[in-house]
């Protein structure tokens, strides 16, 4: 088991499992549609997709840690970007 001072994360190598602070760490990877070509559609795809997103993350509820990464394919001022 390995721990990361910063973080206090520590990584059991051979479960693939991740903790902070004795609560499990999720790492959500999305790749959200893009809007190349200027798409209106995609706008909504990406909506739509951030609501999947954000279920899940409610779902596995307060006793866990959870950071969502990837590419949001938004622009800083986009409905799916806080």
């Known amino acids: 088991m390995q721990t990361h001072a910063v973080l206090k994360l520590m990584l059991s190598p051979r479960s693939g499992n991740a903790y902070v602070q004795n ?7 999305v790749h959200f549609k893009s809007d190349f070509g200027g798409s209106t559609d995609s706008c ?39």
């Open 23 to 29: 609560q499990p760490l999720f790492l959500v990877c």
């Open 44 to 82: 909504y795809q990406r909506e739509a997709q951030a609501e999947v997103i954000r279920g899940v993350v409610n779902e596995l509820g307060n006793t866990s840690h959870v950071v969502v990464t990837g590419d949001f394919n938004d622009r800083s001022v986009g409905l799916t970007m806080p």
